[in-house]
């Protein structure tokens, strides 16, 4: 009796684990779960990902509360992708206190001799239209609040919804014309769905450039070399300053361009120098970008369009091994492109890297979270930060040559395999593949 009992079991367990292994064996995901491309393997880009992030659906419509308790103007400073997010903060905040919204002019930074209204920038008539159902938008005060000064509110400290009805929506009711300085580190997840959705629908549907601009940005996108990799690399003397992180072996004219951005920001020295470092707060090089790229088997052929301001140090690292690298600069060299400042010129970056082929990032700006969320809104999946911090951390472990390679290549491999970094979660929602 014994026996007849637990042979039946012993092959059903036989035979599940049978199955389980031939799961495996045949699955598609096996061929990419190895430390490393074995020689001849495609790049990072043929990991099949087992995660994509697309637009929630809960913010593809609108709820609109007809009433309003005046007008609101968001302080816009900054880059263009800082005043883009600062400005989405803006619309959630008049969505969650039922304002009227007046399109900003923006505050540009006074070394980039520039300033520019909304209209410059984006499609004003685009916007309004589309943001109907989510928040009223206004070109212009009516008459009898244009003349008055807008009460100021720093929102800097504001935690979320309640705070907001407390402390900002008395101001409001009070003078019907505020300007608000959205929080840096906003918590949206405590918005209400519906100001929330506005926020979403303001930052990745409404928005779109000028049709001059995009004009622009279309002949520079046509320019570049077919299939291209958009690389955003951020070195520049005051991003390396800001960091206070110091480098060795870089040239004399880039230690001096680093000193004189410096000021008071002193760099960090002995442990302390090494535990930030490995936390990942040192902007990599060009040639630590290279090798990365390198360690990802993106081809030493690969058409790279550099997205990146003026000032770029050490380029020579990633040029050298990198030979067709391209920039705005040397694709677009006349008298129109020459006049363009640094908003524009961002939104040329931004709008050819949300319709390139891949984008990769040295870094989780601004600019970075917009586009690889646009990219996922458009369905664009071939999108990768590079990661400061496993660079840092395998270095300092001693890791070099092919153990430093392949440990770079799994944790990349890992982040693109389940998606990571391809949108914030605001306003988008996983699925799994």
Same mark, same amino acid.
């Given at each position: 009796?014994? #026996?007849?009992?637990?042979?039946?079991?012993?092959?059903?367990?036989?035979?599940?684990?049978?199955?389980?292994?031939?799961?495996?064996?045949?699955s598609?995901?096996?061929?990419?779960?190895? +430390?490393?491309?074995?020689?001849?393997?495609?790049?990072?880009?043929s990991?099949?990902r087992?995660?994509?992030?697309?637009?929630? #659906?809960?913010?593809?419509?609108?709820?609109?509360?007809?009433?309003?308790n005046?007008?609101?103007?968001?302080?816009?400073?900054?880059?263009?992708?800082? /005043?883009?997010?600062?400005?989405?903060?803006?619309?959630?905040?008049?969505?969650?206190?039922?304002? @009227?919204?007046?399109?900003? #002019?923006?505050?540009?930074?006074a070394?980039?001799?520039?300033?520019?209204?909304?209209?410059?920038?984006?499609?004003?008539?685009?916007?309004?239209?589309?943001?109907?159902?989510?928040?009223?938008?206004?070109?212009?005060?009516?008459?009898?609040?244009?003349? #008055?000064? !807008?009460?100021?509110?720093?929102? =800097?400290?504001?935690?979320?919804?309640?705070?907001?009805?407390?402390?900002?929506?008395?101001?409001?009711?009070?003078?019907?014309?505020?300007? +608000?300085?959205?929080?840096?580190?906003? %918590? %949206?997840?405590?918005?209400?769905?519906?100001?929330?959705?506005?926020?979403?629908?303001?930052?990745?549907?409404?928005l779109?450039?000028?049709?001059?601009?995009?004009?622009?940005?279309?002949?520079?996108?046509?320019?570049?070399?077919?299939?291209?990799?958009?690389?955003?690399?951020?070195?520049?003397?005051? /991003?390396?300053?800001?960091?206070q992180?110091?480098?060795?072996?870089?040239?004399?004219?880039?230690?001096?361009a680093?000193?004189?951005?410096?000021?008071?920001?002193? !760099?960090? @020295?002995?442990?302390?120098?090494?535990i930030? %470092?490995?936390?990942?707060?040192?902007?990599? @090089?060009?040639?630590?970008?290279?090798?990365?790229?390198?360690?990802?088997?993106?081809?030493?052929?690969?058409?790279?369009?550099?997205?990146?301001?003026?000032?770029?140090?050490?380029?020579?690292?990633?040029?050298?091994?990198?030979?067709?690298?391209? @920039?705005? =600069?040397?694709? %677009?060299?006349?008298?129109?492109?020459?006049?363009?400042?640094?908003?524009?010129?961002?939104?040329?970056?931004?709008y050819?890297?949300?319709?390139?082929?891949?984008?990769?990032?040295?870094?989780?700006?601004?600019?970075?979270?917009?586009?690889?969320?646009?990219?996922a809104?458009?369905?664009?999946?071939?999108? +990768?930060?590079? =990661?400061?911090?496993?660079?840092?951390?395998?270095?300092?472990?001693?890791?070099?040559?092919?153990?430093?390679?392949?440990?770079?290549?799994?944790?990349?491999?890992?982040?693109? +395999?389940?998606?990571?970094?391809?949108a914030?979660?605001?306003?988008?929602?996983?699925?799994?593949?």
């Amino acid at each position: 009796m014994i #026996k007849l009992t637990v042979k039946p079991v012993f092959v059903s367990i036989i035979l599940g684990l049978s199955l389980f292994l031939a799961v495996v064996l045949l699955s598609p995901y096996t061929t990419f779960l190895s +430390l490393s491309p074995s020689a001849g393997e495609s790049d990072i880009w043929s990991v099949r990902r087992l995660v994509e992030w697309r637009p929630c #659906k809960w913010w593809l419509h609108g709820h609109l509360t007809p009433k309003s308790n005046g007008y609101i103007c968001v302080d816009c400073y900054g880059g263009l992708n800082q /005043m883009r997010r600062d400005f989405c903060d803006g619309v959630g905040v008049a969505h969650l206190l039922n304002a @009227t919204l007046v399109l900003p #002019k923006f505050e540009v930074a006074a070394y980039w001799n520039e300033s520019s209204d909304f209209a410059d920038i984006f499609e004003a008539d685009y916007f309004i239209q589309h943001m109907d159902g989510f928040v009223k938008v206004v070109k212009e005060l009516p008459p009898e609040i244009s003349s #008055k000064e !807008p009460f100021h509110v720093d929102c =800097s400290k504001r935690k979320g919804q309640f705070d907001y009805v407390e402390s900002v929506l008395p101001a409001l009711l009070e003078h019907k014309y505020i300007s +608000l300085t959205p929080a840096m580190s906003q %918590r %949206r997840d405590r918005y209400p769905r519906f100001a929330k959705a506005a926020l979403c629908q303001a930052c990745y549907s409404a928005l779109r450039l000028t049709r001059s601009l995009q004009k622009k940005a279309a002949e520079l996108l046509e320019a570049i070399p077919k299939p291209f990799l958009s690389l955003h690399l951020r070195f520049e003397p005051d /991003m390396v300053a800001y960091s206070q992180c110091e480098y060795q072996g870089l040239s004399p004219t880039s230690m001096q361009a680093i000193e004189a951005a410096r000021g008071d920001r002193k !760099p960090w @020295t002995g442990e302390v120098a090494h535990i930030w %470092r490995r936390r990942g707060k040192c902007p990599l @090089t060009p040639n630590e970008t290279a090798l990365i790229l390198q360690a990802l088997s993106i081809p030493t052929n690969t058409n790279i369009y550099l997205a990146a301001g003026d000032g770029l140090m050490e380029i020579e690292g990633l040029t050298s091994v990198y030979t067709n690298v391209v @920039t705005k =600069s040397a694709l %677009r060299t006349g008298e129109d492109f020459t006049r363009m400042h640094g908003n524009t010129k961002a939104a040329l970056d931004y709008y050819v890297s949300i319709n390139s082929d891949s984008y990769m990032a040295t870094y989780f700006g601004n600019m970075d979270k917009m586009v690889a969320a646009m990219r996922a809104f458009k369905g664009l999946y071939k999108t +990768l930060f590079l =990661s400061r911090k496993a660079f840092a951390e395998f270095t300092y472990q001693g890791l070099e040559g092919k153990e430093l390679m392949q440990a770079l290549w799994k944790v990349h491999r890992d982040d693109f +395999l389940m998606g990571r970094g391809s949108a914030l979660p605001d306003c988008f929602c996983e699925f799994e593949l």
